[in-house]
């Protein structure tokens, strides 16, 4: 069943586009992770969508030799949440410092609200800045902290306590507002830092690593909480995080970023199943790089030739001998060497042709013991061709003997 | 006894223990005991006439007045310094930065008589400052001077290593909500090293109160206009009036610890703000 | 990015550190070294070749080394006593520690004075045994360790708090005596601080004058230190004298900041080790 959502959204998406959205989305993709591709005027592409508020172009950036920034282009729209996902040292926080005018792009434009930002000082951009430490204000109360923005702007006492109030209120934190930050818990602390940032009432909100100083427990609780606020506020929303998990889970864009460029732009489920980049691949999902793939059943067309291709534990089925089998043509011999429980499912290592590979298997189903002898049937698997990533389905599937692109 | 209360494996409490209690006692403890025993042998009026002579009271004002301008000076300047000495990049930085400590490995009677033999009406630097009228050797001033000298590595050497500490992002932060660099230093960053700032004004103004060799020779030491505390302790030890130099210590030492206990609730109250604890 | 100050505010602050420095620091001690030699390279050598000169010189000396020999004795055990046990009164001994530090000097030679002088308890037996203790060398020694007192723990504490006491626990369970845990595990620990703290204490010793000058009695040629003599030949009008004498002083105290730099350089960067591994 995994199998056959995989398909449905790879035709879905790839071969019958629906709506001018998924268009525009899927181009700017390209751009993004075709080097060769992005001459098609982000330009003209943007003016198409009335919707965009936020757009980078070509913006680079170098610290000394390193280049932090190396030619990102990418457009964010109105009311949406997007997550910059990267690893570390791949730029994603250059970037939204860049967006913030707390570092100054070398070349290339930020365009907020269609309007260039270049030269316009950070606190005129109308942004919200959550930084990863908060940097909460420590001498000052938690009122005090949110309401230092307004001070500054010599706004009238009564509304200052007015907007504070209705702030701490709205993230949850009333009868809270004398205590200092470090009398918070990490949580709360991050909720002062949510509030100090909407204070001046930005149109774009940034936040740098948001759940990183959380503690595991309470930081899957503050997603829920975060992306709901967000969405209440009605904010457009950038933020940068290393965790796919947080990214997909919160975000409504993704913006894949890997040595200061961007290599995919897109909705989670669509840089899920179709990453695209040879990059995207590895770094999405849970990804077993496997060599030579063409010595697997059902992918004997690749040859063998070597190669690198990706799999992923939900391209894979196991099942015990003596249970029924669909494809048992193009079905592999494997042996159990590990076995971890992991809650709803069991993860299993298995060795297939002198590869170790990951799948998954539901406890509903009869247990597979560590040393037992298995069949296992791979779907599908992305094929790695330089910097590119092609979905290739197991023959039996495949109508077509043939390799096609996304 | 003292085994049981330490529950330690590493060896070695008892002789460490010993020798620096015994050390202690003999340099610390019994001389400064001495002085209290000392001072009991005097009634409570003895005490206080001596202490309310208009030459010792003159002497207190010319010590906490010169002192408080040299630490004021001395909190300002230190800022100054501690600023330019974190925030900036420049040719000599390190030069200027080990210079700091000048005072503390220079002795005071040498930057006594230099100072001194500078400011004289006649000296290089005097001659200046009379030709405008302003005397500063055996004046106020020339005191002042003296104690800013010997001041000077308090305030620096306090604030420095916190503002090192001021994470960028509180700027940063400020800056995006509108703040100007004034603003920005007055609210974010002076409140980081504020704690700092007292425990090195209040440093330095409990050593300018305590000093002698530098200043000494540039105060001219006229009774009633340029004698400091500790020099009416000197002259007063010099005709062996010891009731008289032990009431006036006392008195400087109850300044002194009146100093560092403002310091310390001040520096209590900041870092309960700091780890949380209200 | 490092959010930064206008050009001209930063060139201006640098300026005034500079200019305050040049003015506070510098100058004083090129003048003391200028007058110095001001009548000639033989006015000079005659001055610190005089008897009563070479014998201020060999009695600082003496008096520092001996300071120093008594505040590394006691900055060792306290230091050790202090950071590897835990004991009731631990943080009253600390605090008594840096009493000294609040002290005027001029009070610290009063202390002595009371405690060993003519009207002491003391007095009757010390003379009985003929000890002479102020307006003599020991109590010229007293008065500097006195002062210095500090200086060593102060350093070592901070170095060994954030070392931890876990490798001597675990060489003390492997059945290491305390001499041979102090050498082998925790003074290489402490290596750095521990010189820098040496420095600090001879900069203090050698220069002290206010505590001193109480307990010398001025005897020409016997009591005197080096900073005692040059005030003798300053109000004596040698001016040329006193000033070729502070000269070895200035000497002394440039080589004592060198020092300290690259001991607060290297202790600073071993501070830093230890914490990163505690």
Redesign the interface.
Same mark, same amino acid.
């Given at each position: 069943m995994t199998q056959n959502s995989a398909s449905k959204d790879q035709k879905e998406s790839g071969q019958t586009p629906q709506g001018s959205r998924q268009i525009r989305e899927l181009d700017q993709a390209n751009d993004a992770s075709l080097p060769g591709g992005r001459t098609t005027q982000p330009e003209a592409d943007a003016a198409g969508s009335e919707n965009t508020y936020v757009e980078l172009r070509h913006v680079s950036k170098s610290f000394g030799d390193f280049k932090a920034s190396d030619d990102v282009s990418f457009t964010v729209e109105k009311g949406k949440l997007a997550g910059l996902l990267g690893p570390s040292g791949s730029g994603k926080t250059t970037i939204l #410092?860049i967006l913030? &005018?707390?570092?100054?792009a070398d070349s290339g434009d930020i365009l907020i609200d269609g309007k260039v930002v270049n030269d316009i000082p950070?606190?005129?951009r109308g942004?919200? @800045?959550v @930084?990863q430490?908060y940097?909460l @204000? #420590? %001498?000052?109360t938690v009122f005090d902290n949110i309401a @230092?923005?307004l001070a500054?702007?010599k706004t009238d006492r009564k509304i200052i306590a007015e907007k504070v109030n209705h702030l701490i209120e709205l993230v949850g934190l009333a009868g809270l507002g004398g205590r %200092?930050p470090?009398?918070l818990s990490g949580g709360q602390r991050q909720r002062v830092a949510f509030a100090?940032a909407l204070?001046?009432e930005p149109h774009l909100l940034l936040l740098d690593e948001p759940f990183a100083a959380i503690d595991a427990k309470v930081r899957k609780e503050l997603r829920g909480w975060l992306k709901e606020l967000i969405q209440r506020v009605g904010i457009t929303s950038i933020f940068v995080t290393h965790d796919q998990d947080e990214a997909i889970e919160v975000a409504d864009q993704i913006i894949i970023t890997n040595r200061g460029h961007v290599e995919r732009s897109g909705s989670p489920l669509e840089i899920y199943n179709n990453p695209q980049s040879s990059f995207v691949t590895q770094f999405v999902g849970q990804p077993t790089v496997i060599e030579n793939p063409g010595r697997f059943k059902g992918f004997r067309r690749l040859g063998d030739k070597g190669g690198k291709a990706v799999l992923r534990p939900e391209f894979i089925s196991v099942t015990k001998i003596g249970e029924p089998l669909k494809y048992v043509i193009t079905a592999e011999d494997a042996v159990v060497e590990e076995s971890y429980f992991r809650g709803g499912d069991f993860e299993l290592r298995v060795r297939v042709n002198d590869q170790l590979l990951t799948v998954n298997r539901p406890i509903t189903q009869e247990p597979i013991r560590v040393g037992e002898q298995v069949k296992i049937f791979i779907s599908s698997l992305y094929l790695l061709d330089g910097d590119k990533a092609v979905t290739v389905m197991n023959e039996s599937l495949s109508n077509r003997s043939s390799i096609y692109e996304i | 006894m003292a085994r049981k209360k330490t529950k330690s494996v590493i060896p070695g409490f008892g002789i460490s223990f010993g020798v620096s209690v015994s050390i202690l006692s003999l340099i610390v403890i019994i001389p400064l005991c001495s002085l209290v025993i000392y001072s009991s042998q005097l009634t409570l009026e003895q005490f206080f006439e001596i202490i309310t002579r208009p030459r010792v009271l003159a002497s207190y004002k010319v010590s906490l007045a010169t002192s408080f301008i040299a630490s004021v000076i001395n909190a300002v300047m230190g800022l100054v310094m501690a600023w330019v000495l974190v925030r900036y990049e420049f040719p000599g930085k390190r030069i200027l930065d080990g210079m700091i400590e000048l005072p503390f490995a220079l002795p005071t009677a040498v930057a006594g008589i230099s100072l001194a033999h500078l400011t004289v009406p006649n000296g290089p630097v005097g001659a200046v400052f009379s030709g405008l009228g302003i005397d500063i050797a055996y004046t106020w001033v020339g005191i002042t001077v003296a104690m800013t000298f010997i001041g000077i590595p308090f305030v620096v050497r306090s604030i420095q290593p916190v503002l090192e500490n001021v994470?960028g992002? %509180?700027e940063?932060?400020? %800056?995006? =909500?509108?703040?100007g660099r004034l603003?920005t230093f007055f #609210? $974010?960053v002076l409140?980081?090293i #504020?704690p700092a700032l007292i425990a090195g004004f209040t440093m330095a103004f409990a050593r300018c109160l305590g000093e002698y060799g530098s200043v000494v020779f540039i105060a001219g030491n006229k009774p009633y206009e340029t004698e400091i505390a500790p020099l009416m302790i000197m002259s007063e030890l010099q005709e062996f009036d010891y009731p008289a130099a032990t009431s006036v210590a006392l008195t400087m030492l109850l300044m002194a610890f009146v100093i560092l206990f403002v310091n310390a609730v001040l520096q209590s109250r900041?870092s309960a703000? $700091?780890? &949380?604890i209200? | =990015?490092k959010i930064e100050d206008p050009k001209a505010v930063k060139w201006t602050l640098i300026g005034i550190t500079a200019a305050f420095l040049a003015v506070m620091l510098v100058l004083p001690l090129t003048y003391v070294l200028f007058t110095a030699f001001r009548s000639g390279l033989e006015g000079f050598v005659a001055a610190v070749t005089d008897k009563y000169a070479l014998h201020a010189v060999y009695l600082t000396v003496i008096v520092t080394l001996m300071a120093v020999a008594v505040n590394v004795v006691f900055g060792l055990y306290t230091a050790w006593a202090l950071t590897k046990f835990s004991f009731r009164g631990k943080k009253l001994l600390s605090t008594i520690i840096d009493l000294p530090l609040t002290v005027s000097p001029i009070i610290a030679g009063l202390i002595f004075v009371l405690t060993f002088g003519r009207q002491s308890v003391l007095y009757p037996y010390l003379s009985d045994l003929h000890i002479k203790i102020i307006f003599a060398v020991p109590g010229i020694v007293l008065a500097t360790v006195f002062v210095t007192f500090p200086f060593i723990s102060r350093e070592i504490i901070p170095v060994l708090n954030a070392q931890g006491k876990d490798e001597e626990e675990a060489a003390a369970l492997m059945g290491a005596g305390a001499f041979r845990i102090f050498r082998q595990i925790t003074f290489p620990h402490i290596k750095w601080a521990f010189m820098y703290g040496v420095v600090l204490c001879t900069a203090r010793a050698m220069g002290e004058f206010g505590a001193v000058s109480v307990l010398s009695g001025h005897l020409r040629g016997k009591t005197n230190t080096m900073p005692l003599y040059i005030e003798i030949l300053y109000q004596g009008y040698d001016f040329t004298g006193a000033f070729a004498v502070s000269s070895l002083l200035v000497v002394m105290a440039i080589l004592i900041l060198i020092a300290r730099n690259v001991l607060e350089h290297r202790s600073k960067a071993q501070y830093l080790k230890n914490r990163r591994k505690a």
């Open positions: #410092r913030a &005018g707390l570092e100054t950070a606190s005129k942004i919200g @800045f @930084f430490s940097a @204000f #420590r %001498y000052m @230092f923005g500054i702007k %200092y470090t009398q100090r204070a001046t | 994470e992002e %509180y940063e932060a400020a %800056y995006l =909500m509108g703040a603003q #609210r $974010v409140p980081e #504020r900041a703000i $700091v780890s &949380g209200r | =990015m």
